[in-house]
């Protein structure tokens, strides 16, 4: 053997004596799984075979986790799972192998056994690992084999149905092994003379003994060289830098009613509340996390689409006063568990879990927690459990707006101290104040002023109320200063929080901070390029930075047919800024085709840009009449800041201008754009056009 084969071999050694040195040992109930014929279904036909492990890795995904085991190893078609009992192991099988009978059918075979395992490089392993593995690989398609320890445990549970098979010889399986099946309805029994698997071979004992022997004398030889000088400098490997970017997939539902849908998203937001306020994570949106709802896409898939290090899923069940929670936080790149936990507790507990769910995920990303930080993770936003139910409710986007309002407003009843609840029926009228044309700002303010105060009031500190002020001073007050203010506050309450650089974003552009803008846009869209709202931003401050091909590059690959609207809007615009008319108007005739007459007024007003500026002059005096019309109705959607902006294209300033005063007057919220705005660059030094940008409150 060559000194480098010796070298090798040594180092082998060294890295399994510096697993013994570092198992620890847990007994658990083992579940082995393995789809029968995948290799050759993939050689066969490739697309259906996909279709097939996407089915089975949701569906084992869901099922262990309501089932409280984690998914430990995966093996390409198969998997070894672990459970803290033997009859939630036995009854995650029954429903895995009922479920997969639905198409596509996978042909699934399950081996369990109960076993000590420990862990190596991630990897669990274990003699009880080896059985359960040997067990699974006598199966036939639609079984379920255990062992004898298996069978004990779940002996006198007449829901289960076991049948002695015989006793086995396994390979590396020192005694034979009693295997039972599940004889239960729909399941297959395999008869013994037609089971094959990883059967014993003749081996001597001798043989054997003399391997052990020799192995045994080879760790004594290098155990203190390598206990004096590997372990050490391995040991060292714990100050590595740890990926501390995470994505939170939407909870499981699985309350028996689907009403309880708003719960499971709830505690989805609410845990992303928490790890908003832990600085040094990179989260991923609320908005990102939502479109990964009912995927079947694997953790993995996920983490290298959105290159995220860890992802954090769960299950919730709400049955009356008590809730079941489960979570796990799961390595990308990996695919083992980094933490889990099973949460059975009173509902009244419900915050103590959502706090110890984040500090649980800054520990396993090993993140030091500020005291004070801590402090407000475990604090409660009411004493009344009813209250924060209501308010859940009203917080779901897909509640109504009449609904959200009784919500928050009984919530408020329930616990007159509750400060989050204030905040978010301030929210409700500011929203209504841009939604709807039935509101004067005055009497938005009105509604949302006194809310706003004692929010504050009872909470200093509370991150949702300084949102809301920021919105409230930005588009209703025109207190560009008191805004920035805001949003600094915000940020440090909830260092973490993606979504608070969009609304920031909002302000830098309006204000031309646009290097503040670029720079932050930039920081976000690094962190997570999957998100709509964050390319639009980099497009807009990639624009107003004297980079109009870099802005348009955003949008390339944008399908209008499958575009959110935020994208649409913003794709439309930058062509008009940027003076790709004839992309403007392609992409304007998409919408039209896709949504009819309902239409806004932003997307209208550009449109009409485009086609006067490609000669197509009757269809900008069609657009111009239609937000004509709507402006005598209602100011909503700033009809007359887009008339504005129409005239100014067209080179009529006097007629931009009056149209600009009545959009002051009526405080049409685009207004708080006014000062950057491209397509008003004609009016820039019209003194009339000054006055306005005056009294709004620009410098």
Not at 124 to 140: H, M
Not at 197 to 204: A, T, V
Not at 235 to 263: A, C, G, H, L, T
Not at 552 to 573: C, G, M, P, S, V
Request: with cysteine.
């Amino acid at each position: 053997m060559t000194p480098f084969l010796k070298f090798i071999k040594l180092h082998r050694v060294f890295r399994y004596l510096l697993s013994v040195m570092s198992q620890q040992h847990q007994l658990v109930a083992i579940l082995f799984t393995d789809i029968v014929g995948y290799t050759a279904l993939m050689q066969e036909n490739e697309q259906k075979a996909v279709g097939l492990i996407k089915h089975y890795n949701l569906t084992l995904r869901k099922l262990v986790l309501i089932h409280g085991g984690k998914v430990l190893n995966y093996y390409g078609d198969g998997n070894l799972c672990t459970f803290p009992s033997a009859t939630s192991a036995l009854n995650c099988a029954l429903e895995l192998q009922s479920e997969l009978q639905s198409e596509p059918r996978v042909p699934l075979r399950i081996g369990l056994h109960i076993g000590e395992i420990f862990f190596e490089e991630e990897k669990a392993l274990g003699d009880g690992v080896n059985v359960a593995s040997r067990i699974q690989s006598l199966g036939q398609a639609n079984t379920i084999l255990f062992s004898r320890e298996i069978f004990d445990k779940i002996k006198n549970h007449p829901e289960f149905q076991p049948v002695s098979i015989g006793m086995f010889d396994f390979k590396n399986v020192d005694e034979p092994v009693e295997v039972f099946a599940l004889a239960n309805a729909g399941l297959v029994v395999p008869r013994k003379e037609e089971m094959t698997g990883k059967l014993k071979r003749d081996l001597s004992k001798k043989r054997k003994t003399s391997r052990f022997i020799l192995f045994s004398g080879m760790m004594t030889a290098f155990i203190a060289f390598f206990a004096l000088f590997v372990y050490p400098k391995y040991s060292n490997r714990q100050n590595d830098v740890v990926d501390k970017s995470i994505m939170v997939i939407p909870f499981i539902n699985m309350s028996n009613d689907p009403q309880q849908e708003y719960f499971a998203e709830g505690m989805m937001d609410e845990v992303l509340n928490h790890l908003y306020k832990i600085g040094g994570l990179n989260v991923i949106s609320r908005t990102t996390s939502l479109a990964y709802k009912d995927t079947k896409k694997t953790t993995k898939e996920i983490a290298n689409e959105l290159g995220v290090g860890s992802l954090l899923e769960g299950s919730v069940q709400k049955d009356g006063d008590h809730i079941r929670i489960i979570a796990q936080l799961i390595n990308g790149k990996t695919d083992q568990h980094l933490w889990a936990e099973t949460y059975d507790r009173d509902f009244k507990d419900v915050f103590s879990i959502q706090s110890d769910i984040a500090q649980q995920i800054a520990s396993a990303l090993k993140i030091q927690i500020d005291p004070s930080v801590k402090e407000r993770l475990e604090s409660k936003l009411t004493d009344n459990t009813e209250a924060y139910n209501l308010f859940l409710r009203a917080e779901n986007p897909a509640t109504s707006s009449d609904d959200s309002k009784l919500f928050y407003e009984t919530a408020i009843k329930l616990d007159p101290t509750f400060a989050e609840a204030y905040a978010g029926l301030a929210g409700y009228w500011i929203n209504r104040g841009l939604g709807s044309g039935d509101l004067t700002v005055q009497e938005v303010l009105k509604n949302a002023d006194p809310l706003l105060q004692k929010a504050f009031l009872l909470n200093p500190n509370s991150a949702v109320a300084y949102t809301v002020k920021a919105w409230e001073d930005l588009w209703f007050k025109w207190n560009f200063e008191s805004v920035g203010k805001a949003y600094q506050k915000v940020m440090e309450l909830n260092p973490s929080n993606p979504e608070i650089l969009t609304r920031l974003n909002w302000y830098l552009l309006s204000t031309g901070k646009f290097q503040d803008a670029l720079k932050t846009s930039s920081q976000a869209f690094e962190n997570d390029s999957s998100s709509i709202n964050n390319r639009v931003d980099l497009a807009l401050a990639r624009f107003f930075n004297n980079n109009p091909n870099g802005s348009l590059q955003l949008f390339e690959k944008t399908n209008i047919d499958d575009a959110d609207w935020y994208i649409y809007h913003n794709y439309l615009r930058i062509c008009v800024y940027t003076g790709e008319y004839r992309k403007a108007i392609s992409i304007f005739e998409s919408i039209k085709s896709a949504l009819g007459i309902d239409i806004d007024n932003f997307i209208l007003g550009h449109a009409a840009v485009a086609y006067y500026k490609t000669g197509l002059k009757d269809s900008t005096e069609r657009i111009l009449n239609v937000i004509k019309l709507r402006s005598e109705k209602s100011p909503v959607g700033s009809p007359c800041y887009y008339i504005a902006i129409i005239y100014a294209s067209m080179g009529e300033n006097d007629k931009a201008i009056q149209w600009l005063q009545k959009a002051y007057e009526d405080h049409e919220v685009e207004m708080y754009f006014l000062n950057v705005e491209p397509l008003l660059k004609s009016l820039r030094n019209d003194m009339r056009f000054k006055e306005i940008l005056t009294k709004i409150g620009f410098k």
